[in-house]
């Protein structure tokens, strides 16, 4: 398994940090993982409660997911605790950006919180991470 490159970012105290991994690749197209660690550093409980993010692939073709909760789950963080999900999207080229937000309510109010941005990209010489 090579090294997987994680990618953090902040928005007051919550940490998210990110890491995408090439799970199949089918030539021209790839199907990429990734993987999400929120972190609650704040002193308030917070609960996440959804996503507006965008896969943009190399041809163009936009990929948004703005649903309610994670895979069903509408996690609810104790200061210091954090939450982990994954998932995959099938990509027509072998590159793609992500970008976006999640939502979260702290103190009763709805606040978006900035996703890391990071490319996928992989070639017909790319190594699988995981099966």
């Known amino acids: 398994m090579q090294n997987k490159d994680y990618f953090f970012s902040q928005t007051d105290d919550i940490s998210i940090s990110a890491c ?12 990429w993982g990734y993987y999400f660690c929120f972190e ?10 959804g996503k507006n993010w965008n896969i943009t692939d190399s041809l ?8 309610a909760g994670f895979k069903g789950e509408l996690p609810e963080l104790e200061p210091g605790e954090y939450f982990e999900f994954t998932s ?24 978006d919180v ?17 099966n």
């Open 88 to 111: 995959e999207v099938p990509l027509s080229s072998q590159e793609a950006v992500f970008y976006g937000s999640c939502k979260i309510i702290l103190n009763d109010e709805v606040l």
């Open 114 to 130: 900035k996703m890391p941005t990071f490319c996928m990209s992989g070639d017909k010489n790319s190594q699988v991470v995981y």
């Open 60 to 67: 163009g073709n936009v990929f948004h997911d703005g649903s």
């Open 20 to 31: 995408p991994m090439l799970v199949e690749n089918l030539g021209a197209a790839s199907v």
């Open 40 to 49: 609650n550093n704040s002193d308030k409980k917070i609960q996440l409660v």
